[in-house]
């Protein structure tokens, strides 16, 4: 049983999904949804134990030897993101039957937890495959779900914003095709082991350059790399709660996860940040959207498009880590990945339950809510505190890790551009705040009543680990480190 852990991750929840509709009955849908994403969490721990144990998982498919077969391979990067696809992934979906209930009609609850599942399969399978095509396909599955569920919003314009993210999100996996189909044509395998030795033979070539190219550009539109970040902010703000909490905790992390995975392990870090000018281009898109978004969100009047252009930013500091190229810059970049993840499912979790008690997140209707759901805004503080990287809390580990990476490289500048777009954050947070704190109830507006504690619940888990992971570093950065030092060929 222990050696399928790899494949249970992603046929569980694969073979659940059809099974939804068998369930006639929304509550016993969420029920199965919820055990099925619990089951994935405590699989994704297992594998985790496992791979720092023992180091690196490798299944066969079918009992095939990767080239000709597939095979999972399970390496400390690969086993930090199933945990935090899988614990988000759960925890958000203990609020869905609550919120969904005032979102959606009840004909499409079912439709929505099957989506809600193939969307993490697909999420799972880029994951842990180690075959190129066989991301393609994986990105395919949770792209098209993905689409689906944002489309679910009951604001007509959730339509608009999933067309967008359609025509995007097509571009950009046909732009991975494209690159995969490039590879594949000089080296004649898709598996990522065999590609990074063979690719050492043909890398000067145009027809590599050009694979390279089109592999970048098409996972830095998933990523929502700004300029490339166009379909997210509405993508993010008119589909129901659940769905931006969940997409916004993993969606991009996903994203983030293939661009490492293709620099570092495919074509290799002397391809990538010396034959070509990566590094100084990631890190001029890096600060720019950091500070583009961020200014962004502070003129925004929407609270979940104001956190959507947040989280373009927040990805900016992901890349900046990612492009200096060292062991620190990969540690921060991938200590933002599961801490970005726990904020901001937090925060659009109680902007569901905003959504849930007053029917909107307008900042002017947040007038009075500090008073009137305490809990609910307490969450929103406390994560917002995280974001901007206030000491005790998450954000603060990452962004730490961060700045001294880009001080050990005498890029001075950098470190400085980093605070001051931090300080831009606590400027939209201060808004949301001095509203909702600082201004008397809506003048008309019956009394609002606090969140349900099924909402609470989940909200509050992510808001203490917030905290918690904030004070107690040793499992996130233990990972981190050991994940990044991996990726440079370091042994421990």
């Given amino acids: 049983m222990l050696a399928h852990l790899p494949i ?38 297992f594998l985790l134990q496992q791979v720092m144990s023992s180091g690196t998982i490798i299944y066969q498919l079918g009992g095939w030897d990767a080239p000709w077969g597939i095979e999972y391979r399970i390496d400390e990067l690969n086993a930090l993101l199933l945990l935090i696809i899988s614990s988000v992934g759960t925890v958000v ?43 393609f396909v994986f990105l395919e599955i949770s792209s098209l779900s993905a689409y689906a569920l944002i489309a679910l919003g009951k604001d007509r314009r959730a339509l608009w914003a999933a067309y967008q993210y359609l025509i995007m999100g097509t571009i950009g996996a046909t732009f991975i095709l494209i690159g995969i189909g490039l590879l594949y ?34 996972v830095c539109l998933k990523l929502a790399l700004f300029p490339l970040h166009l379909w997210l902010p509405n993508a993010y703000a008119y589909a129901p709660s659940i769905v931006t909490a969940f997409l916004a905790a993993t969606a991009t992390k996903v994203a983030v996860y293939l661009l490492i995975r293709f620099t ?23 600060l720019v959207g950091v500070f583009a978004a961020s200014t962004a969100a502070i003129y925004k009047t929407n609270v979940k498009h104001i956190f959507a252009y947040s989280s373009i930013a927040q990805v900016g500091y992901m890349i900046i880590g990612y492009a200096i190229n060292t062991t620190t810059g990969l540690m921060a970049t991938l200590l933002h990945l599961f801490n970005h993840a726990l904020m901001k499912s937090a925060l ?3 902007l569901g339950a905003v959504m849930y008690r007053i029917g909107s997140v307008q900042l002017s209707q947040f007038q009075g809510l500090g008073r009137q759901m305490p809990l609910t805004m307490a969450a929103i503080v406390v994560a917002g505190l995280s974001l901007i990287g206030v000491p005790l809390t998450v954000g603060f580990v990452s962004k730490w890790y961060l700045l001294v990476a880009a001080i050990e490289e005498g890029m001075w500048p ?7 777009g931090s300080l831009l954050a606590v400027l939209y947070i201060w808004r949301i705040v001095e509203i909702a704190y600082f201004k008397p109830p809506l003048p008309g507006r019956e009394a609002v009543q606090e969140a349900p504690w099924t909402f609470l619940a989940p909200i509050w888990a992510l808001v203490l680990a917030n905290i918690y992971f904030g004070i107690d570093t040793r499992l996130s950065v233990q990972v981190a480190q050991a994940a990044s030092q991996s990726l440079f060929g370091i042994n421990p």
């Fill in 264 to 286: 570092y392990t495919v074509f290799g870090i002397e391809f990538s940040f010396t034959t070509l000018p990566l590094q100084n281009i990631f890190i001029i898109l890096g």
């Fill in 414 to 420: 950098v470190a400085v551009l980093v605070l001051l």
């Fill in 8 to 45: 249970l991750q992603v046929i569980v929840p694969l073979m659940a999904a059809p099974l939804c509709w068998f369930l006639n009955r929304s509550k016993l849908v969420w029920l199965f949804a919820l055990f099925v994403c619990a089951f994935t969490c405590l699989n994704s721990m």
């Fill in 93 to 135: 979906l203990f609020a869905a039957h609550t919120s969904i209930q005032k979102e959606l009609p009840e004909d499409r609850h079912t439709l929505f937890y099957s989506l809600y599942l193939l969307s993490i399969t697909g999420m799972f399978g880029i994951v842990s495959t180690g075959d190129v095509f066989n991301v």
């Fill in 348 to 350: 659009f979790l109680a």
């Fill in 185 to 218: 044509q000089m080296t004649g395998t898709l598996n990522m082991a065999d590609l990074a030795t063979r690719l050492a033979e043909v890398n000067q070539t145009r027809t590599v350059f050009a694979a390279f190219a089109f592999l970048i550009v098409g």
